[in-house]
């Protein structure tokens, strides 16, 4: 009984109701209008209309237009109107206007890689072309001989977080999707509080919603009582708002400006292994050491600005002259996306490396939802003789998002790419390595969620040590995994397939 009482008062089951409710009572009033007042039926039909003109002149994604444009076709009366409020890809004019000041805030402080990016022209100038997007685009500048690790799990990049959080001096910073109390967490927890006693600036951003059934609702608040400062990103509210469409996924931990942690792995014990929930979790993470790592600390600290409402002088937290150490060959440019604007950083570079790779590409991934123009980037690459390798979970965590994975497999294996499933568990790895030059290592899926409606960061890397990590990785990793062969596939019966289709052309909207 205590549990069932503990559901029924759980702060997502009444905002979900509540969101119920608010959603049965438009579309009561509006069919109680449409029915005894006739122009007010015309207008609901005449606004989604306009919404469907909208959608198809806007600059979205083709497959997202066609399902919301269907949607709205088998709901006319209400279907706009729920586009309005829930459908839109951009934010609100104020949450635009506020990123964009802590963003430009942020871009101040990142220096100009002009000469390194001439230097990398001269080496490859693909590859600088790619640098040079990211630096115009995104504004983060591409460093040159930087110290970087590949973590191919979780378990073995814990130890390494907990050693450099001991060394904190100045500041420690975390933002990430997912955090829960357990080994992992109140490991780095016990560290964080000690830190903060000896005046260590210790300060945490945690996506709501993606912590909602992970910590306590009021969790912030405890945090803060034990001198961290802590900030929830777009906290959940029992009511219709936008804002419920874009969260922060990024995973970020930074000490005191020099070392910089990023990848796959949130902070809860299934990233480490020390619980099982989908067989075993095959997971990544990235360390940074060095300049390079000042670009994730204004990510971090233009986001802070954004959800805390503080303004905050960049320059107080820039790093001492830094020591070398372990300096290697390589460029290194870590890089943040965001749905502010039109500009989709992360599916940019991932289709900049597909499209431009000439031997391999190889690819983790824990989700497969794409849109038609990466889809056809993959099959093209595959045609053409790339060989283009994909690796995606043998155990799926959402098993609607794992049937919609599988619906693309057929046109991709029909066109030479090759499909693996880590057959130990879930893959949550998000890796992409090509011709032994270039690779990104990160938080961006390969779905339209993480393209176009997430905070997400990356790492962009060319001739770093780490780039064959990332390869040797995927390789090993082949040895556990279970090749899907195109027979399998072509077999299926027709309606299988069908429901696949419509899996796919409903997947914007997941």
């Known amino acids: 009984m205590k549990k069932i009482l503990t559901v029924l008062f759980h702060r997502a089951t009444i905002a979900g109701v509540a969101i119920f409710v608010q959603l049965g009572a438009l579309v009561l009033m509006i069919g109680r209008f ?12 005449s606004l989604s209309a306009v919404v469907v003109v909208i959608i198809a002149t806007g600059r979205a994604k083709s497959a997202s237009k066609i399902a919301w444009i269907m949607a709205i076709m088998l709901f006319p009366i209400f279907g706009g109107l ?35 990016l001439n230097e990398l022209e001269a080496l490859d100038p693909r590859a600088a072309g790619q640098a040079r997007y990211i630096q115009n ?20 990049a814990f130890p390494a977080m907990l050693r450099e959080l001991e060394q904190a001096q100045r500041y420690i910073f975390l933002e990430y999707f997912i955090l829960e109390e357990g080994l992992m967490w109140n490991s780095i927890l016990e560290i964080l509080v000690k830190k903060a006693q000896a005046g260590v600036d210790v300060r945490l951003i945690y996506d709501d ?22 900030a929830r990103f777009h906290p959940l509210k029992p009511m219709l708002s936008p804002s419920l469409n874009y ?33 075993h979790w095959k997971d990544s993470a990235f360390l940074l050491k060095g300049e390079a790592v000042w670009s994730l ?11 805390r409402g503080e303004q905050v002088r960049l320059d107080d937290f820039r790093p ?12 290194i440019q870590p890089f943040a996306d965001n749905p502010l604007d039109d500009e989709t950083v992360g599916e940019t570079v991932y289709f900049n490396l597909i499209t431009r790779a000439q031997d391999y590409v190889y690819i983790n991934t824990p989700y497969l939802i794409l849109d038609n123009e990466m889809l056809a980037a993959l099959c093209a690459a595959a045609k053409t003789g790339v060989d283009v390798r994909l690796m995606t979970p043998g155990i799926p965590d959402k098993p609607l998002v794992y049937a919609v994975t599988r619906s693309y497999y057929l046109p991709l294996l029909e066109s030479g790419v090759r499909i ?11 890796t992409m390595v090509a011709d032994d030059r270039v690779a990104v290592v990160g938080t961006v899926n390969l779905d339209y969620r993480s393209l176009y409606m997430a905070f997400e960061n990356a790492v962009w890397l060319y001739g770093t040590p780490s780039v064959l990590q990332i390869r040797d990785d995927f390789l090993e990793t082949l040895q556990l995994c279970r090749e899907v062969h195109l027979a399998d596939y072509q077999s299926i019966p027709a309606l299988h397939k069908a429901k696949w289709s419509l899996l796919r052309l409903l997947a914007p909207l997941l």
């Not at 839109?88 to 871009?107: I, N, Q």
């Not at 983060?140 to 378990?155: L, N």
């Not at 919603?209 to 802590?230: N, S, W």
Request: proline share 5%; aromatic share 16%.
């Open 82 to 116: 729920f586009y309005l409020v829930l459908g839109k890809t951009r934010l609100s004019p104020r949450m635009r206007r506020k990123l964009e000041t802590t963003r430009l805030h942020g871009e101040k402080s990142l220096d100009s890689s002009e000469p390194i």
């Open 209 to 230: 919603l993606g912590c909602i059934f992970r910590v306590p609702k009021d969790y912030h608040k405890k945090l803060e009582a034990l001198g961290i400062k802590t």
């Open 247 to 279: 969260r922060d996924h990024r995973k970020l931990m930074i000490i005191d400006g020099h070392t910089g942690f990023t990848g796959g792995i949130n902070l809860a014990d299934e990233y480490i292994n020390a619980v099982e929930k989908y067989g």
């Open 297 to 307: 600390t204004v990510m971090f600290l233009a986001m802070w600005e954004y959800v």
């Open 34 to 45: 449409s029915k005894y007042f006739p122009l007010f039926y015309v207008f609901c039909s």
């Open 137 to 156: 685009h995104a504004a983060y500048p591409v460093y040159r001989h930087q110290y970087s690790q590949f973590y191919p799990v979780g378990d073995l």
């Open 420 to 430: 693996y499933e880590y057959s130990p568990g879930f893959m949550h790895s998000k």
């Open 320 to 331: 001492g002259k830094l020591q070398p150490s372990s300096e290697q060959n390589g460029f």
